[in-house]
């Protein structure tokens, strides 16, 4: 009698803990699956690029990070606050030329390289481009202060609102593009995103921030130069992928969360009706589920035969029973500021088109 006792409360000790996982995996898997949605633009689709669009920048950029790394150079920036103390919104800089350094991190040399990619651009009706670089944009965000400057610099002509800016804050290591209406098909958020971190951001980690423009200028300049149509389709190409990359993301997320699910339900069940029993049903539940969330015939079939396996043999069971002793036994702890010139605006209009990034 005293040993069906111990039998009974050993089992519903069992239990208690396959439900306390069963919460704590689903907890973890809904964190990674809202993780993954934040990053909109995630690395698993760093692979999918549109040949016209993303080329050989980041190639170049990652041979310059190695170089800085074997050199022992300190890849980060800190420059002179020059805003007042008690200011908490910068104020906007007069547009005279191109660049506008108020940081002051470019040579003369490297200010007139940018001016001329930028004015040939213009000359050539592709785009009136204008870059702010500051300390820090305080307390306001980069978004919105990039906003402000746009509105006021008016980037563009009127007609084809074609302005684009690029706001660099060096100390807050944030970086925003901002399109104008007119640019928003050709540039849309996804490839002003990869743009910067592709192209932009992996030369600012090493503080070489000429060279990150002028890859972003050179990859800005290579879509602006694609027919249109060509730049859009290939633009909504890369949309659909990732946006496919994120279902498979999203059907793996919820595969794995059932499988847990049907795994401890099948321990829970060897209790009452039996490993055999108990370890075939959630072996054909694991297959199904995995077939439905369009894991394939071959994966889901693994998937199935992996739970059986795990139940039939005790495994499953014996990974409880470690954590049962495990947790018997207690636990521990473990640890821009330029000359004059006359360059201007034309009338352009900025909606809020673009993408942000920082390094």
């Not at 805003?83 to 991190?105: F, K, Y």
Request: net charge neutral.
């Amino acid at each position: 009698m005293r040993n069906n006792i111990l039998l009974q409360l050993k089992q519903i000790k069992v239990f208690i803990v396959t439900l306390i996982l069963l919460c704590c995996g689903v907890l973890f898997q809904n964190a990674a699956w809202s993780e993954t949605n934040i990053a909109t633009a995630t690395d698993e689709t760093d692979t999918i690029v549109a040949g016209k669009i993303i080329q050989k920048q980041q190639a170049q950029a990652s041979a310059s990070k190695n170089e800085q790394s074997a050199s022992g150079v300190a890849p980060q920036t800190q420059v002179a606050n020059d805003m007042a103390d008690g200011e908490s919104i910068r104020g906007l800089p007069t547009l005279n030329q191109p660049v506008i350094d108020q940081a002051n991190i470019l040579s003369e040399a490297e200010k007139q390289q940018l001016d001329q990619k930028i004015l040939s651009l213009y000359q050539q009706g592709k785009a009136q481009i204008g870059i702010v670089i500051v300390p820090t944009t305080g307390q306001e965000d980069i978004f919105d202060y990039a906003l402000r400057v746009g509105e006021q610099w008016q980037l563009g002509s009127a007609k084809r609102d074609n302005g684009l800016l690029i706001a660099v804050a060096v100390n807050d290591r944030r970086i925003q593009i901002l399109t104008g209406y007119g640019l928003e098909g050709i540039l849309p958020d996804i490839v002003a995103s990869r743009i910067i971190r592709n192209q932009i951001t992996p030369y600012f980690k090493q503080a070489q921030y000429a060279q990150g423009l002028n890859a972003g200028l050179d990859e800005i300049g290579r879509v602006l130069n694609l027919d249109p149509e060509v730049a859009q389709q290939a633009a909504q190409d890369l949309k659909e992928r990732q946006h496919q990359a994120a279902e498979e993301q999203q059907a793996k997320q919820t595969t794995l969360t059932m499988a847990l699910f049907i795994l401890v339900a099948g321990i829970v069940g060897s209790f009452i009706v039996g490993r055999p029993l108990s370890a075939s049903t959630a072996g054909v539940a694991a297959a199904v589920a995995g077939f439905v969330n369009g894991a394939g015939l071959v994966t889901s079939l693994l998937l199935g035969f992996g739970i059986f396996f795990l139940l039939i043999t005790s495994i499953a069971q014996l990974i409880l029973q470690v954590i049962l002793s495990g947790a018997g036994g207690g636990g521990r702890g473990g640890g821009f500021g330029g000359g004059g010139g006359g360059y201007g605006g034309g009338g352009g209009r900025f909606g809020g088109g673009g993408a942000s990034g920082s390094w």
